[in-house]
């Protein structure tokens, strides 16, 4: 089985610029979280998608948002890009949401 | 905010067992206790995971007290490869919870030829 993929794996933008984020879920997945992980710190729960519709959200601002997909792959979009949003970005799918969840490797967003 | 207490970071000698404690005084009845690591610049992976018995997998032994409010992650035989941070999470699985995890500090494990 595949594990779960990201992409791209580096990126760079501007601040004030739009960025989208991918995530194809493991086989057989239909529960996707994101997660935003500065340096230093452990990863910080964005949101979370079971079967397309959104379930859960932590403290993050509207213009962080996302898409999942019927295949179930997943895309974080972020808007408005501030220096602050540098950071991994991690994706996590799960068989569902009372399972344990498989992380990709991330994609690292720098905004200069 | 996080629902655990972790030490910050540990050695281990190459070979030896390393026991990472957790302290989750606050867990409730139907949150599981988790166990991830990242190594350096990768997603986090999972290790295993428990509700009140101890559990064993391929890579790891997790211990749980009896009255569920600490425990202990155990890698029966560290390499340097084990060298990363350890993340102890208790997570809700109750029905309509979102499970998302909420990842502290963890303990940076340093395991040392």
């Known amino acids: 089985e595949t594990g779960v993929t990201q992409s791209p794996t580096h990126l760079i933008k501007t601040r004030g610029q739009q960025v989208t984020l991918r995530c194809s879920s493991q086989?057989?997945?239909?529960?996707v979280s994101w997660y935003q992980q500065a340096l230093g710190q452990g990863p910080q729960f964005i949101f979370q998608?079971?079967?397309?519709?959104?379930?859960g959200r932590g403290n993050f601002p509207p213009r962080f948002s996302g898409l999942q997909f019927p295949n179930y792959s997943s895309e974080l979009n972020v808007n408005a890009l501030e220096l602050d949003d540098s950071a991994l970005y991690l994706c996590?799918?799960?068989?569902?949401?009372?399972?344990?969840?498989?992380f990709g490797s991330g994609t690292r967003l720098t905004v200069v | 905010d996080a629902k655990t207490t972790q030490p910050p970071s540990m050695d281990c000698a190459e070979g030896r067992a390393a026991n990472l404690p957790c302290n989750h005084s606050?867990?409730?009845?139907?949150?599981?206790v988790y166990w991830y690591r990242q190594i350096h610049s990768q997603g986090p992976q999972y290790i295993i995971h428990?509700?009140?018995n101890n559990e064993t997998n391929e890579m790891a032994s997790l211990i749980i007290t009896e009255d569920r409010k600490s425990s202990t992650l155990i890698l029966p035989h560290a390499t340097l490869r084990d060298t990363a941070v350890y993340y102890c999470?208790?997570?809700?699985?109750?029905?309509?919870?979102?499970?998302?995890?909420?990842f502290g500090q963890g303990t940076t494990l340093q395991v040392k030829p």
């Open positions: 606050t867990i409730s009845g139907n949150e599981y």
């Open positions: 996590a799918s799960s068989p569902g949401l009372d399972y344990g969840y498989t």
């Open positions: 998608y079971y079967r397309e519709e959104e379930n």
């Open positions: 999470i208790v997570r809700s699985t109750r029905s309509g919870n979102t499970g998302k995890l909420i």
């Open positions: 086989s057989g997945h239909n529960t």
């Open positions: 428990g509700l009140k």
